[in-house]
């Protein structure tokens, strides 16, 4: 049984299942400055980051039975369930619209108990994937008007993963989640865990002036390994910030 249930559209056909939801989100390592291991480590989260969201290559998938549940855990994760509408997920994402269209995906199946699609995800915070679905299906008096940069980090990880970066039915509200954001937190003057947030907050809404600022403190001010924090930051930017 699911610990808990958010019921987002009352005449929902679909269940987004969130499996292991965060606990500790972007982890800051204080020790972690050796350089020499800079690479490794890039590789190390790459390679950890794919293992823990199923990001695949979307071009490159192999074709899967369809129709049926990915296979069961031995341990029994927490769970929460968001009942949603599938057209609504569709009209908002082209992730969601592969895995709800595309029979190849094991992402999504039909469980004929129910008669609804069911979704897979895991290791999101479920308080963002709230807001992103509370979006998604117009129910504006659950959306915050603002939001902290930490939580608008964690929105900007689904962002990416879900292919949210044009998506329409967002823009409202991220400009103003920018625009009290500019205004209430400062970017950091050195390399810490909140210039790292700021880095991918800055690239994945494409804010070109918060991006410029923030990579070159990191480069002025980093003397060892920069940390991605399992964030979508681009391998090429981690490069260039690299000392």
Same mark, same amino acid.
């Given at each position: 049984?699911?610990?808990?249930?958010?019921?987002?559209?009352?005449?929902?056909?679909?269940?987004?299942?969130?499996?292991?939801?965060?606990?500790?989100?972007?982890?800051? +390592?204080?020790?972690?400055?050796?350089?020499?291991? @800079?690479?490794?480590?890039?590789?190390?989260?790459?390679?950890?980051?794919?293992?823990?969201? &199923?990001?695949?290559?979307?071009?490159?998938?192999?074709?899967?039975?369809? &129709?049926?549940?990915?296979?069961?855990?031995?341990?029994?994760?927490?769970?929460?369930?968001?009942?949603?509408?599938?057209?609504?997920? $569709?009209?908002?994402?082209?992730?969601?619209?592969?895995?709800?269209?595309?029979?190849?995906?094991? +992402?999504?199946?039909?469980?004929?108990?129910?008669?609804?699609?069911?979704?897979?995800?895991?290791?999101?915070?479920?308080? =963002?994937?709230? $807001?992103?679905?509370?979006?998604?299906?117009?129910?504006?008096?659950?959306?915050?008007?603002?939001?902290?940069?930490?939580?608008?980090?964690?929105?900007?990880?689904?962002?990416?993963?879900?292919?949210?970066?044009?998506?329409?039915?967002? +823009?409202?509200?991220?400009?103003?989640?920018?625009?009290?954001?500019?205004?209430?937190?400062?970017?950091?003057?050195?390399?810490?865990?909140?210039?790292?947030?700021?880095?991918?907050?800055?690239?994945?809404?494409?804010?070109? +002036?918060?991006?410029?600022?923030?990579? =070159?403190?990191?480069?002025?001010?980093?003397? &060892?390994?920069?940390?991605?924090?399992? @964030?979508?930051?681009?391998?090429?930017?981690?490069?260039?910030?690299?000392?």
């Amino acid at each position: 049984m699911p610990s808990v249930i958010h019921k987002i559209d009352p005449f929902a056909d679909t269940i987004i299942i969130l499996k292991n939801p965060c606990k500790s989100f972007a982890p800051w +390592e204080d020790k972690l400055t050796n350089y020499k291991d @800079l690479e490794s480590s890039i590789e190390h989260t790459r390679d950890n980051r794919s293992v823990q969201h &199923g990001r695949k290559n979307r071009e490159n998938r192999e074709a899967e039975p369809a &129709g049926l549940p990915l296979e069961p855990t031995e341990s029994e994760d927490e769970e929460i369930h968001y009942l949603v509408s599938s057209s609504h997920l $569709i009209l908002a994402s082209p992730w969601f619209r592969r895995v709800l269209t595309t029979k190849a995906f094991t +992402e999504s199946w039909k469980d004929s108990t129910d008669g609804r699609y069911h979704i897979q995800a895991s290791d999101w915070d479920a308080e =963002a994937l709230l $807001i992103l679905l509370s979006i998604f299906h117009l129910r504006t008096r659950q959306i915050p008007r603002a939001v902290s940069l930490e939580m608008l980090a964690k929105l900007a990880v689904l962002v990416d993963y879900y292919e949210l970066e044009n998506a329409e039915v967002m +823009e409202r509200d991220v400009k103003e989640w920018i625009t009290n954001l500019r205004r209430s937190v400062a970017i950091p003057s050195f390399y810490c865990r909140d210039l790292m947030l700021w880095i991918c907050v800055s690239q994945v809404f494409r804010m070109q +002036e918060e991006f410029t600022r923030a990579t =070159a403190v990191a480069i002025k001010t980093s003397k &060892g390994l920069i940390q991605t924090l399992d @964030l979508p930051i681009q391998q090429k930017v981690i490069c260039t910030l690299a000392p």
